[in-house]
């Protein structure tokens, strides 16, 4: 598990091929995107993404994730796993 200390500067919902919902971070001053998913969120993360995603940008928020390998290896996956705002 990692930590970073960043700024959310926008969220996209969006739904996987079994139309589960994730959540797709941009963060500020990281180049990839940071993925959320509703299955592997403590519920008060998942929450205040599902109301309330607009009150997480332009937070200054303290991200746990794991990276995993692209399939295709074209980078690196960033799965979220808590989202704490500062």
């Not at 969006?14 to 959320?36: E, I, M, R, T, V």
């Not at 928020?61 to 295709?72: A, F």
Request: charged share 20%; net charge negative.
């Amino acid at each position: 598990m990692l930590q970073i200390k960043t700024t959310i500067i926008d969220i996209e919902s969006k739904l996987d091929k079994n139309a589960n919902p994730f959540f797709k971070l941009s963060l500020q001053g990281l180049p990839n995107y940071f993925y959320a998913f509703s299955f592997s969120l403590p519920s008060n993360t998942l929450q205040t993404l599902q109301a309330t995603p607009e009150r997480l940008i332009n937070q200054l928020v303290l991200i746990t994730y794991e990276e995993k390998p692209n399939q295709d290896n074209s980078g690196t996956f960033c799965k979220v796993k808590e989202i704490e705002v500062l």
